[in-house]
């Protein structure tokens, strides 16, 4: 099975871009597994339609939205700890 397209907000982009570098190394590796398999180790939330998954020890969160029928992720919130 082909990798999910992942796509930006506008508001994650600028989340990603103020994380330093070595947190956003440990992200792109979180992502990565996302685009292989949106739902592993994910936690959906059912009022919401978002899924979120951890990264980074705990630490980090990424809220998406997941489109099985067209292979889509919709990135809407990257949020840190540290």
């Given at each position: 099975m082909a990798d999910y397209l992942i796509t930006w907000v506008d508001y994650a982009v600028d989340q990603y871009l103020a994380l330093n570098s070595q947190v956003r190394s440990r992200l792109d590796k979180q992502l990565h597994q996302l685009a292989q398999d949106p739902t592993r180790d994910a936690s959906y939330d059912r009022g919401?339609?978002?899924?979120?998954?951890?990264?980074?020890?705990?630490?980090?969160?990424?809220?998406?939205?997941?489109?099985?029928?067209?292979?889509?992720?919709?990135?809407?919130?990257?949020?840190?700890?540290?």
């Amino acid at each position: 099975m082909a990798d999910y397209l992942i796509t930006w907000v506008d508001y994650a982009v600028d989340q990603y871009l103020a994380l330093n570098s070595q947190v956003r190394s440990r992200l792109d590796k979180q992502l990565h597994q996302l685009a292989q398999d949106p739902t592993r180790d994910a936690s959906y939330d059912r009022g919401t339609d978002h899924w979120s998954v951890e990264f980074d020890g705990g630490q980090g969160l990424v809220v998406y939205i997941a489109n099985q029928q067209h292979q889509r992720i919709v990135i809407l919130r990257i949020l840190h700890l540290g």
